[in-house]
């Protein structure tokens, strides 16, 4: 009994240790539930998102406030924008071009003009159907109508007959892919037969060169039939009947008119034509910028350099419901743009090249004569006042015919002689290798294995200043052998540092030769540098007979010796005036004189090479006569040795002398620059005297015509 008791008790024992613990987390999920009120948690939240969406509420009607009320006109007019059907008008007339004196030298002037532009859909039979009445109403000059035209007019207008003319055998082949559609109509062509290609009449003829007006070029643009002489009847008569003849209309267009003629007229440059628009090689160009295809843009010198001035501004207009037009916004013609040109010299300079060209082809020896080249400018400003070139050919007939070549100033490339030698004297002075006043026996040079070397006389024993006024050669061959470091012995071998060849070239870049002159013109060249370091290419460098330049670094570099050392940019464009004013009035933007860099000498050095160049004008010198000297020039003469192509073959076969010439006026206050140039001009090993002087003829009148419009 005792134990049963006790098993009994151990088992309400064990109860009692297990019920209060289960009693106690019961009791705990009780207080935690009494804790956190899910009710007051939710309610809580409810508050916050009431409130935030109160707040966008609130915001938003705000923001449509400030869009409807405040801001209202600003959207209507953006709404009016995206559901405008909104087309441009075509490209309005382009700025004019003036001279410095303000006389006009491009213009613009009206031109009535027939033209078509396809309409979307439209058949060829429609097309060819136009053409025939188009030719019933004006008279076109179909003298350009080729053979090649009226086979394809041939093979459009009959079809079926065309398509005969293909054998079966060529059709299995296009199935099979053998040929393409391109092959099927090339056979069409060639078998059309003379007598169908003689079947059309005058009128046949005038409809078949329509037809090809019509479609030649982009298929978006407008083809131009006639827009040439275009009479008062046949303009009134296209008007007429414009709804017969869906994509023909009639329009005042714009072609650029030139008061002076040819004169300066390469350098101003050309302007694309309505028919075809922007040329497929500036297409890249023009697109960046934001123009469309069919626009008319400057595709050559001013006219593409400055195309952003001179661009007109193209009307807008809305198209109504009723298929009508309404302008929004007039079209405006492009700024006008005055440049540094003197146009009455520049007429003078071009007639004076031309007159003296004809001249030149009559004097003995100058078979290979061609061109010449002049350049004045106000070597101050870097103003060019007047730039020209001309070059003559024979023609078939046996005369000589004068074609402008002004082009030629900024991409022909001609050896300078003697003119760079105030450079070279630079570099001596800079480098120690020649002291002011220091004397020289001007006796020829030899180098073994080398021909000799000699001035054009020998001029004994001479000074820095005389060897500029005479035109030394071997002075300036000394003053190489000590830029090169190297010793002279005659007919013994000489050995000169590499490193001279950048000597002199640095310090002829400082002067603009060797490098751009930065003219506000593109294409321009660089001219030749020689690669081969022998030791006399170094003394053919010193008196300008190695590296080539173009006519306007040779500018560049006088200009900068009148200076004295600062080398500043040539430009043409003097100033941008707004087209809102008729007159030259209300300036938009004005070209300041930009210094490029300044030579790196000393004052006294400069002052050695004007004496030097005064002294060359100056009786004596090898330049007296070239300028008057009433206006007390400075500059220098050069002769150079050239080579030429005779027989177009490729190969140089020929040796010739070109002759220059670089001054300023008046050499101790310098106002003008001039440099005029004449390649290949003479044989070589022509006696001098007999050499024809048109270098020298054309520099005197140049020079005498500026002194008399300028004082």
Not at 151 to 163: D, I, Q
Not at 176 to 189: T, V
Not at 311 to 318: D, I, N, S, V
Not at 433 to 455: M, Y
Request: glycine share 6%.
């Amino acid at each position: 009994m005792k134990k049963k008791i006790n098993k009994k008790s151990k088992k309400i024992k064990k109860r009692n240790i297990t019920l209060p613990q289960k009693k106690q987390k019961i009791n705990k999920y009780k207080y935690l539930t009494k804790k956190i009120n899910f009710n007051v948690v939710i309610e809580k939240r409810y508050k916050i998102l009431m409130f935030i969406i109160g707040l966008l509420m609130f915001i938003l009607i705000l923001k449509l406030f400030y869009m409807q009320i405040m801001v209202k006109e600003k959207y209507l007019e953006k709404k009016e924008e995206l559901t405008q059907n909104i087309i441009e008008g075509p490209s309005t007339p382009r700025g004019r071009i003036y001279d410095r004196n303000g006389k006009i030298i491009v213009d613009n002037k009206a031109v009535k003009t027939i033209y078509y532009k396809k309409n979307p859909g439209v058949k060829t039979d429609k097309e060819i159907e136009m053409a025939y009445k188009v030719a019933g109403y004006i008279n076109v000059d179909y003298s350009k109508l080729t053979e090649r035209m009226l086979r394809e007019f041939w093979v459009a207008s009959n079809p079926k007959a065309a398509k005969k003319k293909i054998k079966e055998s060529e059709l299995k082949k296009l199935r099979e892919r053998k040929i393409d559609i391109n092959d099927i109509y090339k056979y069409k062509i060639e078998r059309v037969t003379k007598e169908e290609i003689n079947s059309f009449d005058e009128e046949g003829k005038e409809a078949a060169y329509i037809y090809y007006l019509m479609n030649k070029g982009y298929s978006y643009a407008e083809k131009a039939i006639k827009k040439e002489d275009v009479t008062d009847e046949e303009y009134a008569i296209v008007a007429e009947h414009i709804s017969e003849i869906p994509g023909f209309n009639t329009k005042l267009d714009w072609e650029r008119d030139y008061p002076y003629d040819n004169v300066f007229k390469s350098i101003l440059g050309k302007v694309s034509s309505s028919e075809t628009g922007v040329p497929s090689d500036l297409a890249k160009h023009y697109r960046k910028l934001g123009y469309a295809l069919t626009d008319r843009v400057g595709t050559s010198y001013l006219e593409y350099q400055y195309n952003k001035y001179l661009t007109g501004t193209k009307a807008k207009y809305e198209v109504l419901d009723d298929g009508s037009y309404k302008e929004i916004k007039k079209g405006k013609r492009g700024n006008d743009i005055q440049l540094t040109i003197d146009i009455e010299l520049q007429k003078a300079v071009e007639d004076i090249i031309t007159e003296e060209l004809l001249i030149a082809k009559t004097e003995k020896y100058t078979d290979n004569f061609n061109r010449s080249f002049v350049i004045i400018t106000d070597p101050n400003t870097g103003e060019i006042l007047a730039m020209a070139g001309k070059q003559v050919k024979l023609e078939d007939d046996g005369t000589y015919k004068v074609y402008d070549y002004t082009t030629g100033v900024i991409t022909s490339s001609v050896t300078p002689g003697s003119i760079v030698k105030g450079a070279s004297h630079i570099v001596g002075y800079n480098t120690g290798a020649l002291k002011i006043g220091e004397r020289r026996n001007d006796a020829c040079i030899k180098i073994a294995a080398t021909p000799i070397k000699c001035s054009y006389h020998a001029y004994g024993n001479i000074d820095d200043i005389q060897a500029l006024k005479y035109s030394s050669n071997t002075y300036q061959f000394h003053t190489a052998i000590k830029v090169g470091k190297g010793t002279y012995v005659y007919d013994g071998p000489l050995s000169l540092d590499k490193e001279a060849f950048n000597t002199y070239r640095n310090t002829f870049k400082e002067f603009g030769l060797g490098v751009k002159s930065g003219i506000d013109l593109p294409n321009e060249n660089l001219g030749y540098k020689g690669e081969n370091t022998l030791s006399g290419y170094l003394l053919d460098f010193s008196i300008g007979q190695y590296d080539t330049y173009t006519p306007i670094q040779l500018s560049q570099y006088i200009s900068t010796i009148a200076t004295n050392g600062k080398r500043l940019k040539p430009y043409l464009l003097k100033t941008v005036y707004s087209s809102d004013k008729e007159s030259l009035s209300k300036s938009i933007y004005e070209t300041k004189t930009e210094e490029l860099n300044t030579v790196d000498t000393k004052q006294e050095y400069m002052d050695r090479v004007h004496e030097g160049f005064r002294q060359v004008l100056a009786p004596g010198g090898t330049g007296h006569g070239y300028i008057n000297d009433l206006y007390n020039a400075a500059g220098k003469t050069g002769t150079s040795e050239s080579f030429v192509d005779t027989d177009n073959d490729g190969k140089i076969d020929t040796e010739t002398i070109t002759a220059t010439f670089a001054g300023y006026a008046p050499y101790d206050n310098p106002k003008v620059t001039f440099t005029v140039i004449s390649p290949d001009v003479a044989t070589k090993n022509l006696d001098y005297n007999t050499m024809s002087k048109v270098n020298r003829r054309i520099t005197t009148k140049i020079s005498q015509k500026y002194f008399e419009i300028y004082g």
